[in-house]
């Protein structure tokens, strides 16, 4: 058992574990001159501008190349600096402090050197510079660095501007403010001849930078040259930053591996608390697993592709392709699992994540109102409002992705799509042999081939199964059982006798003076048992011919559950057999698990038995009826029953009220006098 629960989920992880993305990707694309179709877009880190290949070419073409200084970021000098910035005493002034500190930070930002400028080579002023941060190198324009005196002019434009009609320089002057800005780029001459050793033979892969903060392109901007050089070296930076192009492989395998373990894990939990008999039912087990798969790879593929069409792919679909075959209690577990790569792989994942789960829990409530016919339209309605309205709530707080009217068109797809593919559910049914209840519908009608033959070979296991059938559809009325179910199990249960259908008393035509039917007159009566029961062997049998449903098979199986044959195993002991052979008078079992096999099994003992009563009194049909249950309760055949003791007590008082109207009494026609 523990394998078989095993195995497909196994399968399910290594087919994960292969799809999943090799590296990490910024969630969006673009083209040259096309519109900018997502969110304006701002730089989320600093990253250098990488050159172009054409750009690279042009300057290694170039017979010579001016040397390029070397500077380092002091950091000791800019946080001593802006602790004292933060500390000193401004006087009367006290409101400056916010915004000197900020703009001290913003030139500290693009480097300060002293008033002698920028080391020169051959008395030029080379047009850029590199700066080291940390361990971080990139080069920028020699002319956005600025000198010592410009530096504290910027410092005053800054905060004057930001506090008119305050006389600022004066302020600065009187409380040494100016003293606090020094330069905080340091040259490094070493490297710098290294460098201009090398600028003959080597170029600067970049070109220029761009900080945190700043905006590289709008909504609706067109994609130009400039700003597709600066996504382009995003891009790059992202991959060698936050992606896996410079890490080990093992690493990626090893990260994937947990993603996928921790998804099976989820899912088998799910089943195990949800509904642990899918485990026992192989093709409902492999359509559960079949449906998350199709879609877990959606969650995981359609991102690496064009992220904005996550908004398109019909995620409730995946709920109701589960509805007709599964609790709603499992599949609001398993549709949350689905969801989950969302989380990693999605544009703006949390928006996504919440607009399908949301969706999908209202689809799977209304689904019950609108699911059949032409209101399946109604319902893809509701779920279309439910996934607008909390995208726009998203959008109001300014944290989704994309344009709104692109993405109201991919949620109105992703609406509509499942009214189309809920069909594949009568497909899938076929294929891992599953019940809806249009194939329950199909199975129960009379004209069916097997019932047909039933009818023709066994007539009055026909009659009794239409019987057993009509009183097991007003009992699982009053417990709210699936009525359809029991319906159809009513009518195949006793299948197995078309194979021998002389064995049983109701298909004799004649009988001999004592109770015993001819068929067995010659048997001895462990040779009758054995007769009698393999009709459930063989219409296990029949069913696995005809291809019906597992769930089908369940009540031919169950229908008796390891009771005995009572007629014959009566003869026998009464003929002096030994009680402790009673085994052999078993049906095979195994015992009734649901309430519809429960009520299968009450209602076809009590169909048969009720042929043999003499007394139509409600007194008679109570105490029939309560005697029928309690032996099968002695019997422990209820002990594996999902039933509740209320539910128990519905039954038998549906069965009273059944008998009794079946049975009622009919008055007496008087006879009509002979007038002359």
């Known amino acids: 058992m523990t394998f078989r629960k095993i195995w497909p989920l196994a399968v399910v992880f290594l087919l994960l574990l292969v ?40 300057e290694l073409s170039r017979s010579s190349a001016p040397a390029i200084p070397y500077y380092r970021y002091s950091a000791d000098v800019e946080n001593k600096n802006l602790r004292s910035a933060s500390s000193v005493d401004l006087g009367d002034a006290e409101s400056l402090r916010i915004s000197l500190v900020s703009s001290l930070n913003g030139i500290y930002e693009k480097g300060v050197v002293g008033d002698d400028g920028i080391v020169t080579t051959g008395g030029e002023v080379p047009d850029l510079l590199y700066l080291q941060r940390g361990k971080r190198v990139a080069t920028r324009p020699a002319t956005e660095v600025y000198r010592l005196s410009d530096a504290r002019l910027a410092l005053l434009a800054s905060v004057a501007g930001d506090n008119p009609g305050v006389n600022v320089d004066s302020v600065f002057r009187a409380c040494g403010v100016y003293d606090l800005l020094t330069p905080n780029l340091e040259y490094d001459s070493q490297t710098s001849q290294l460098m201009q050793a090398e600028s003959r033979n080597v170029v600067s892969p970049t070109q220029g930078f761009v900080s945190a903060g700043q905006l590289i392109v709008s909504e609706g901007e067109i994609v130009t040259p400039e700003i597709a050089q600066m996504l382009d070296s995003y891009c790059k930076e992202y991959e060698n930053n936050l992606g896996y192009t410079n890490r080990p492989a093992i690493l990626y395998w090893l990260g994937n591996g947990i993603l996928a373990l921790a998804l099976m894990l989820l899912i088998f939990l799910a089943v195990q608390f949800a509904a642990p008999e899918v485990f026992t039912e192989r093709g409902r087990y492999l359509y559960l697993l079949t449906v998350l798969t199709l879609f877990m790879l959606a969650a995981i593929l359609v991102p690496r592709g064009t992220p904005g069409l996550i908004y398109m792919v019909p995620f409730t679909l995946c709920a109701l392709l589960l509805k007709p075959f599964f609790s709603d209690r499992l599949i609001y577990m398993v549709y949350g699992v689905v969801l989950l790569p969302l989380l990693i792989y ?15 829990i209202v689809a799977i409530y209304t689904f019950r109102f609108f699911g059949k016919g032409w209101k399946q339209f109604l319902n893809a309605l509701i779920t279309y409002a439910v996934m607008m309205l909390l995208y726009l709530g998203f959008r109001l707080i300014d944290v989704t992705g994309g344009g709104m009217i692109r993405i109201s068109v991919y949620l109105l797809a992703a609406a509509a799509l499942p009214v189309a593919g809920y069909p594949l559910t009568f497909l899938f049914e076929r294929i891992f042999n599953l019940v809806s209840s249009y194939r329950l519908s199909e199975l129960a009608d009379t004209s069916n081939p097997l019932l047909l033959e039933l009818e023709k070979k066994a007539p009055g296991t026909f009659q009794h199964s239409l019987q057993v059938m009509n009183m097991a559809d007003a009992v699982a009325r009053e417990i709210g059982a699936d009525i359809q179910l029991v319906r159809v199990g009513a009518l195949y249960h006793d299948i197995g006798k078309t194979a021998n259908p002389l064995c049983f008393v109701e298909n004799e035509s004649t009988v001999t003076g004592d109770a015993t039917p001819r068929y067995h007159a010659e048997l001895t009566p462990l040779q009758s048992a054995q007769e009698i029961v393999k009709h459930v062997t063989d219409g296990a049998e029949m069913a696995e011919k005809h291809h019906l449903p597992s769930v089908i098979t369940d009540f031919i199986l169950t229908h008796h559950g390891t009771s005995r044959t009572g007629y014959f195993y009566t003869k026998f002991l009464n003929d002096g057999g030994d009680p402790a052979e009673g085994d052999a008078f078993r049906y095979p079992g195994p015992r009734p698990r649901t309430r519809e096999q429960v009520i299968l099994m009450l209602c076809d003992s009590i169909e048969a038995a009720s042929r043999s009563l003499k007394d139509y009194s409600q007194a008679a049909f109570d105490s029939f009826v309560e005697k029928i249950v309690e032996g099968k309760m002695s019997e422990g055949q209820l002990l594996e029953a999902e039933i509740s003791v209320k539910d128990l007590e519905k039954v038998k008082e549906a069965l009273k009220s059944y008998l009794s109207q079946m049975y009622h009494e009919r008055i007496e026609y008087p006879k009509r006098k002979n007038k002359k």
């Open 346 to 360: 999605s544009e703006s994942p949390i928006v996504v994540y919440s607009v399908f789960l949301l969706a999908g």
């Open 19 to 58: 799809c999943m993305p090799r590296s990490s990707k910024p969630a969006f694309e673009y083209r040259k001159g096309q519109p900018w179709k997502y969110e304006s877009f701002i730089a989320p880190f600093d990253f250098p501008i990488l050159k172009t290949q054409e750009q690279i070419q042009e």
